[in-house]
């Protein structure tokens, strides 16, 4: 019984596999390549924008101020502390621990993606990493083998199969993102993570998180700055370059 | 006879058509070679003593002199307003362009100590036709940002007109910007703005 049971799964999972690759290959296929050297870019009438709605503006521009506002007060401040207690080294080790954990999520999300030869960077990366680089502390992997790290997210998968983005939001402490992305993003992080199962509570949870948030952001302090210096309605940059960066990222691994 | 005058005929369209091919070739110079002392100078200049204890002011003037060499503010502000641009008055166009030439001046000047202290280093460019893509990275020890330099031929020069930092369109992002503006204040409002922020800018910049 048992071992029939085994067949069944293993036959069920080559069934779903074998219609899932053409389409996933279709899907992939359809997605615009941007071209900056052609005018048509400039041209389009259409920006990002408008092609995921922005229903909740006048609540995400409030949750955007409140963002801006612990930001300026509070995170900038404690993170600006860190940085200079802790030397940059370590700081990048942390990062280097947490990104490598999430690696065999990485993974699956790029196999679900028929990202095989991706999915295999992130499996060597992760052998690689977790040995030779302590336990995820370094990056030999990036460093020595060239195996650069790419990502694969549960939204991105969501996408491929066809689910849309739903709408955008400004989620607090968190920053831009949208509907379908914000329920991968917890999903991946949340439930799939070694490193929130290990806590003992919510509470530890949610310090592990903070923490691992605030080390990220001691490493690109300055940047929101420059960023709202540079615009002049910074809730509409920020969205913009949100959309611009996710569709560059996920059309560099469609086409290289 | 006749297969004499042919046989000149093809040797004249072919030497011709190597001419053209090697005036072409001489005629379109290398983007990154252009692009590499320019970017170069810029850089031994805004690390210059000189230019470290200047006024704000003639520190922006100098930028925009240098810039302006491989620079093209008008396509850049043609472009960031997109379709409405040619709805807009001669005097418009200008007023605008000076506007927001003026405003990136002012907010790239309080980042010129971000480019100090980093390598640039060109990873490689693409033509098509008339526009070419040059690619590069700014680096130091910890970080690598990636940064496109779209630009247009213009007679012997390559002229950039948008900027890509990490995939991010710096004339998308502004345009989408200003549209907003547009939908809700029109051109009158968008100048407003814009005056408005530079004098932000002007102050802050002041200040520090």
């Known amino acids: 019984m048992k071992y029939f049971i085994q067949i069944y799964i293993i036959s069920l999972l080559g069934a779903v596999c074998l219609i899932a690759f053409p389409l996933t290959v279709a899907l992939a296929a359809n997605d615009k390549v941007i071209d900056f050297l052609d005018d048509a870019f400039y041209d389009e009438e259409e920006t990002e924008h408008t092609q995921v709605p922005d229903p909740l503006e006048p609540l995400n521009r409030w949750m955007f101020s409140f963002n801006d506002y612990s930001y300026t007060w509070v995170l900038e401040p404690v993170a600006s502390g860190y940085s200079y207690v802790v030397p940059p080294d370590i700081r990048h080790s942390v990062d280097n621990f947490f990104y490598n954990l999430q690696e065999p999520v990485r993974c699956l999300n790029a196999l679900a993606q028929a990202r095989f030869s991706d999915a295999g960077t992130m499996a060597l990366r992760f052998i690689v990493n977790s040995t030779g680089g302590v336990a995820g502390l370094g990056d030999p992997a990036g460093r020595e083998l060239g195996l650069k790290a790419v990502d694969a997210t549960l939204g991105e998968t969501m996408g491929v199969w066809g689910v849309g983005d739903g709408f955008y939001m400004v989620v607090p402490l968190y920053g831009p993102t949208t509907l379908r992305d914000f329920t991968g993003t917890t999903v991946d992080s949340l439930a799939l993570s070694p490193y929130y199962m290990w806590a003992d509570g919510w509470e530890e949870s949610m310090g592990i998180y903070l923490g691992k948030e605030l080390n990220k952001l001691s490493l690109f302090l300055g940047d929101y700055e420059k960023m709202k210096q540079l615009s002049f309605d910074p809730y509409i940059a920020i969205r913009n370059g949100y959309f611009q960066t996710r569709t560059q990222m996920r059309n560099y691994k469609t086409t290289e | ?208």
Request: hydrophobic share 40%; proline share 2%.
């Open chain 2, 1 to 208: 006879m006749h297969i004499k005058k042919y046989c000149i005929f093809i040797m004249t369209v072919l030497a011709f058509w190597t001419l053209g091919l090697q005036g072409g070739a001489t005629a379109a110079p290398d983007p990154t070679e252009q692009m590499k002392p320019f970017l170069d100078n810029i850089i031994t200049q805004l690390k210059s003593e000189e230019f470290q204890n200047d006024t704000t002011c003639n520190q922006c003037n100098r930028i925009v002199e240098l810039a302006s060499e491989h620079f093209d503010f008008r396509e850049m502000s043609k472009r960031v307003m997109g379709k409405q641009w040619k709805h807009l008055t001669p005097q418009q166009q200008d007023q605008f362009t000076e506007l927001f030439t003026k405003l990136l001046q002012y907010a790239y000047i309080g980042q010129v100590n971000e480019y100090v202290d980093k390598k640039i280093e060109f990873t490689g460019q693409r033509i098509k036709g008339n526009r070419a893509e040059v690619k590069t990275k700014l680096m130091d020890e910890n970080k690598e940002i990636p940064v496109s330099y779209i630009m247009i031929l213009k007679g012997d020069n390559w002229m950039t007109y948008d900027i890509i930092v990490e995939g991010v369109s710096l004339v998308r992002n502004y345009r989408e910007q200003i549209f907003s503006v547009l939908r809700e204040e029109q051109f009158a409002g968008l100048i407003t703005l814009l005056e408005k922020k530079i004098a932000n800018l002007e102050a802050g910049n002041d200040e520090g």
